[in-house]
């Protein structure tokens, strides 16, 4: 096979990768993909990746028209691993998609358990205000009714705290909610 024909293969099966990619080129990607012995510089997005495949593509042909041979052996050999590691993460991301809304799931169930316990926080320190302040009502001494206040103030001041609470996470599913 010839030199032109090797290329214009590789050039087509690199258009073929950027093709498919296109939709999702420039989507960020949360992490790092790939090792760095594979693709040199780190991207924040497959297009960058995509575009180190075309940079080697490009160095590749003038390393044939140089007749380097031992750098057109190394470039081909990297093309070709860097467009299967491609392929591969291409193929995952059905996969990665199914991952995130699963993991968002997850983290709505959180919050509606963490709802439901500071619920029940407020319930209970309702009633231990409610149990403070008829105790205060039927005490006779005054160092207990003092107590009894302190008590009372304290518990309010965590009710407070707990309502401030149940709204941030009320919010946090209202946020997550309007996302679906």
Do not use: W
Not at 1 to 20: T, V, Y
Not at 136 to 143: A, I, V
Not at 172 to 177: A, F
């Amino acid at each position: 096979m010839k030199k032109a024909d090797s290329l214009s293969l590789f050039e087509k099966q690199i258009d073929n990768l950027a093709e498919a990619l296109a939709p999702i080129a420039n989507k960020k990607i949360a992490a790092p993909c790939f090792d760095t012995a594979l693709f040199h510089r780190r991207s924040d997005s497959l297009g960058g990746y995509m575009q180190q495949i075309r940079d080697n593509f490009t160095q590749l042909i003038t390393c044939v028209e140089a007749q380097r041979s031992q750098q057109v052996k190394f470039l081909a050999t990297q093309i070709l691993q860097q467009v299967e590691a491609l392929t591969r993460e291409l193929s995952t991301q059905t996969l990665r998609k199914q991952e995130n809304l699963l993991s968002q799931r997850k983290k709505s169930t959180d919050l509606y358990q963490k709802l439901a316990q500071h619920q029940d926080y407020e319930r209970r320190l309702h009633s231990m205000i409610q149990d403070r302040e008829l105790e205060l009502t039927q005490t006779q001494g005054f160092t207990r009714q003092q107590e009894l206040q302190k008590e009372i103030a304290a518990l309010e001041n965590r009710l407070a705290r707990c309502k401030n609470a149940l709204y941030s996470i009320e919010k946090s599913i209202e946020k997550q909610e309007d996302k679906y």
